[in-house]
């Protein structure tokens, strides 16, 4: 598989690393989980693959694995054990993102970056609005969402996992 490429000095992913990806997934021996789809990230370099054409290829194939690890999870668990297992996971979302303002997640370490306190506790409203009020948010929204880097703000990793997790929920419920 090819995706279009960028003019230089347009940024594009580099080319040797997504199709080495992308061979690997093809490859199956060790089949990639939705969790390593959704991490995988690129060199961007000048040309390269267009960034909207692989990411949107990316959510795709991810939605794909999902689906197949959700139909798995119940026949292992059963449907009423899938069901609890992801609202479980639903309600940890929703317990920390009630929490106050500025209060989050735990803070980077002393002279460290982390994403802007700010711009996460906005998106986190918005993920509240989605579970309390059903305002529209989207995987996408979830998968394309950047933060601003900030001395001392949140810690990069918790956020990245409740992003995470929220993606596995929205799948699920679909």
Known sequence: MTFP????????????????????????????????????AFPVVKGGYSTVEVDAALERFEDTVAEHEISELISRI?????????????????NRIVREPRKRFRRAPLFTYGYNRTDVDVFTDR????????????????????FRPELGGYHEGQVDLLLDELVRVMLAAK
């Open 5 to 40: 490429l960028v003019t230089a000095p347009a940024k594009g992913y580099d080319v040797a690393a997504v199709d080495a990806f992308i061979a690997r997934a093809r490859a199956g021996e060790s089949p990639l989980s939705s969790d390593e789809i959704r991490s995988a």
């Open 78 to 94: 059963g449907a009423d054990g899938a069901t609890a297992e992801v609202r479980a996971i639903a309600q940890d979302i929703l």
């Open 127 to 146: 993920i509240r609005a989605f579970y309390t009020d059903r305002s529209l948010l989207s995987r996408s929204d979830v998968r394309g969402v950047t």
